[in-house]
C-alpha cells in the first residue's frame, strides 16, 4: 500500500478543517478552485463549491445553503478566482440535500445558469420543498416512525424534525437531467457523471480521468461517513445501493478526492475500504443486538447501538437519522437473510 502523502495546499485546508476554521479560497488546479460556503449552525460548517473555469465563464459543482450569508461568500469566492456571479453558466448539484442544492436557485436567478442534477432527485424536490406537498411527506415520515416503534409521544417532533431548515432551499428544477456515464460537455474538462445513489437516490459524484480528480460530494469524504437511510423518499434498500456506489467509484483511477465537506484528499481505495469496514461492523452489531432480544422494533434496537455520544442526548433531528440508518442497516441484513422482519402495527425483528 503506498503512503498517504499529501500536497501542501491540501495540509492547509485540512489544518483549517482541523482547527474549526473555514478554509480559504484555493485554487486546487490551474482552472479549478475551491470555495467554502458556510453554513449556518451545523457541525459540517461549510459546504466546498468547486469553481470550474470555462472559455466564456464558470461552472460551479454544489451551491450551498440558502442564507445571505452563504450566497455573498460565494460570491467573494468567484471574486478571488476572478469571475463575477453573472459568470456562471452552469450549475452541477451532486445530490438534492439543502447544503448542496438550497442555493442553486439562487444563483440561475442571478446568472441565467441552467440546474443539473439526477433524475432520481429531481424527482424528489416538489414533494421535498414545495409547501403544496410537505404535509403528505410528513404524514409518511410519521407513519415510518410509528412502525419502527418511535413513541407516541415523540412522533410529531421527530416526524417534522427537519421542517426548520426548509426556508434554507429555494425550490427550483432543474434544467438538465445528468445520467450515469454522462459526458458534461463542459469546454475544457472532460468531466462525466458517476451516479451513486445511498446518500441520496440520486446522488451524482464527477470524475475528470484528465486531471484525475474525483467531486465525491457527499458519496465520499476523508473522515466522516455520509448518512445512508431509509425514508419516505428513499429505495428500500440505501445501503446496497451505497456499498454498490463505493465499489463503482474505488475503481476510478483519480489522484484525489475533492469532496463537498471537510478536507481533499489522496488515496480513494483505502478510504472506500474504511468506510466499507465501518458498515460491515455496524451490520454485525445490528445483527447481534437482535439476535440478543429476539422481537424488537427498530427504535429499540436504535437505542441499544454504539453511537458517538450516549442516546438521551442526542437531539431529535439526529434521533430520526439514526432511527432511519438502523433500518437502513436492517434492511440490507434482512435482504441477505440474516434477520428476519415480522410486519405488523410495528415492525418486529428477529434473527434469521
Ligand atoms: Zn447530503
Ligand atoms: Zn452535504
Redesign the pocket.
Given at each position: 500500500m503506498t503512503k498517504f502523502v499529501v500536497t501542501p495546499a491540501n495540509v492547509a485546508q485540512r489544518d483549517a478543517w482541523a482547527g474549526g476554521a473555514i478554509p480559504e479560497v484555493e485554487r486546487v488546479r490551474p482552472g479549478l478552485w475551491s470555495v467554502p460556503v458556510p453554513i449556518p449552525v451545523n457541525p459540517?460548517r461549510y459546504?466546498l463549491v468547486y469553481v470550474l473555469e470555462l472559455p466564456d465563464g464558470v461552472a460551479i459543482i454544489d451551491a450551498g445553503w440558502n442564507t445571505d450569508e452563504a450566497y455573498d461568500a460565494l460570491v467573494a469566492g468567484l471574486a478571488v478566482a476572478g469571475y463575477a456571479i453573472t459568470d456562471v453558466k452552469g450549475v452541477l448539484v451532486t445530490?438534492i440535500?439543502p447544503?448542496?442544492y438550497g442555493l442553486a436557485g439562487r444563483v440561475r436567478e442571478m446568472s441565467g445558469a441552467w440546474i443539473a442534477l439526477h433524475p432520481a432527485d429531481a424527482r424528489l424536490v416538489r414533494e421535498r420543498y414545495d409547501d403544496a406537498a410537505i404535509d403528505s411527506l410528513v404524514e409518511r415520515e410519521r407513519e415510518l416512525l410509528r412502525r419502527c416503534g418511535v413513541p407516541e409521544l415523540t412522533l410529531d417532533e421527530l416526524a417534522g424534525a427537519s421542517m426548520m431548515i426548509r426556508h434554507v432551499v429555494t425550490m427550483a428544477r432543474p434544467d438538465r437531467l445528468v445520467e450515469d456515464g454522462d459526458e458534461l460537455g463542459l469546454p475544457g474538462w472532460d468531466l462525466r457523471a458517476v451516479w451513486t445513489p445511498g446518500h441520496s437516490p440520486g446522488h451524482l459524484c464527477f470524475v475528470s480521468p484528465a486531471r484525475r480528480v474525483l467531486f465525491s460530494?457527499?458519496h465520499v469524504l476523508a473522515k466522516i461517513t455520509?448518512i445512508v437511510a431509509v425514508h419516505p423518499q428513499s429505495g428500500p434498500n440505501p445501503l446496497a445501493d451505497y456499498l454498490d456506489s463505493l465499489a463503482a467509484v474505488r475503481k476510478l483511477d483519480v489522484e484525489e478526492v475533492l469532496p463537498?465537506?471537510e478536507y481533499r484528499f489522496l488515496e480513494l481505495a483505502e478510504r472506500v475500504d474504511t468506510v466499507m469496514a465501518h458498515h460491515d461492523e455496524r451490520l454485525a452489531e445490528i445483527e447481534r443486538v437482535v439476535g440478543s432480544l429476539d422481537g424488537a422494533a427498530c427504535w429499540d434496537l436504535a437505542t441499544r447501538l454504539t453511537w458517538s455520544r450516549p442516546w438521551e442526548t442526542i437531539p431529535p433531528f439526529m434521533r430520526r437519522a439514526a432511527n432511519n440508518e438502523t433500518l437502513a442497516h436492517l434492511a440490507w441484513l434482512e435482504a441477505r437473510g440474516r434477520v428476519r422482519r415480522v410486519a405488523g402495527e410495528q415492525d418486529l425483528w428477529f434473527p434469521a
Open positions: 459540517l459546504v445530490h440535500h447544503d448542496h460530494g457527499d455520509p463537498a465537506h
